[in-house]
């Protein structure tokens, strides 16, 4: 599975990868299939706003919370991201998610 180098990082909570059709591909972890819904959701709003802005596409996005730090890339039609526990550094995260998106240009692609 694409995800599984991401369990090996500290502070991993969940981590989701989505495809093209908004379904989750692979999620791992308490709450990863709700992270890869939201991912889906979060995805087709930024994809709405960065459109009306002519901004061209979202390829990174990243949020906190009380309680987690979440990081998420985009690359091929898909997205994946994990969840850390909040205050825990995301820097290995984002290094590993960006070899990992490198992987995604091999998957399926959506047609447009």
Known sequence: ??????????GVVAA????????????QGEGGDALAA????LRATFDRVTRRLGAGDVTRLAFTSERVEV?????????IGVA???GQDTRSAQQALARLALEL????????
């Open 71 to 79: 990081v998420a890339v985009s690359s091929a039609n898909h997205v």
């Open 84 to 86: 850390l526990t909040r």
């Open 105 to 112: 240009t091999a998957l399926p692609r959506a047609d447009t």
């Open 1 to 10: 599975m694409i995800i599984d180098a991401l369990q090996g990082l500290p």
């Open 16 to 27: 989701a990868l989505v495809g093209p059709d908004g379904l989750p591909t692979e999620s």
């Open 38 to 41: 939201e991912l889906a959701s």
